[in-house]
């Protein structure tokens, strides 16, 4: 039987070759046609898989919708138990230390304009504070952590850039009052292309 398909298949082999020779493309040589069935059947493909990072480029919009999606349901009336306020749920400190101070947190949590632009300060302040980081570690891999200037912000959000410098530093991992960690941040909200 396994003789019976081995003829067969050299036949084959034949019938193909001279069906292409007619064709007048490409001469066959003699040596090509005496080569043995078995010759043929040992000659194995080496397949190689290969993996690699996709780094996937969303857009800064998305972003901040993600963002928002996470901290509050892309709400902006709301403030949690911890007094965080917003969409992107900021704290008092935190809009004080980015130049909305006189900002009454009424009039916060009723404008969508100043919690975006919020936001975008925040960025900036962080992105600024980060920059030696960003520079040395975007692209690479920290403490199992695939690093993008979009995670490393959004873990600055989270936890402030101090945070993230330490965990880049040494691995001191800081979660928020909620039990959210920096490392979900940086991982969660990595690969968005910003617009700073």
Avoid: C
Wanted: net charge positive.
């Amino acid at each position: 039987m396994r003789n019976s398909k081995k003829i067969i298949g050299f036949f084959f082999a034949i019938f193909i070759f001279s069906a292409f020779s007619k064709l007048g493309r490409m001469p066959i040589h003699e040596q090509v046609i005496q080569v043995s069935f078995q010759e043929v059947i040992k000659i194995k493909p080496k397949i190689e898989i290969v993996t690699s990072k996709i780094d996937i480029k969303q857009s800064h919009k998305n972003f901040l919708s993600a963002i928002g999606r996470r901290e509050s349901s892309n709400r902006y009336d709301i403030i949690n138990r911890y007094g965080y306020m917003g969409k992107y749920q900021f704290g008092r400190k935190t809009l004080n230390a980015i130049g909305f101070k006189n900002i009454s947190n009424s009039k916060f949590i009723s404008s969508p304009r100043i919690q975006e632009a919020a936001m975008i300060t925040l960025l900036r302040v962080n992105k600024k504070n980060l920059r030696r980081q960003i520079k040395r570690h975007v692209g690479t891999v920290v403490n199992g952590v695939y690093i993008t200037e979009s995670g490393l912000l959004a873990g600055a959000h989270l936890a402030g850039a101090g945070n993230v410098k330490k965990w880049l530093r040494n691995g001191k991992l800081f979660k928020d009052g909620l039990g959210t960690s920096v490392v979900s941040y940086i991982e969660l909200f990595g690969g968005y292309k910003l617009d700073l």
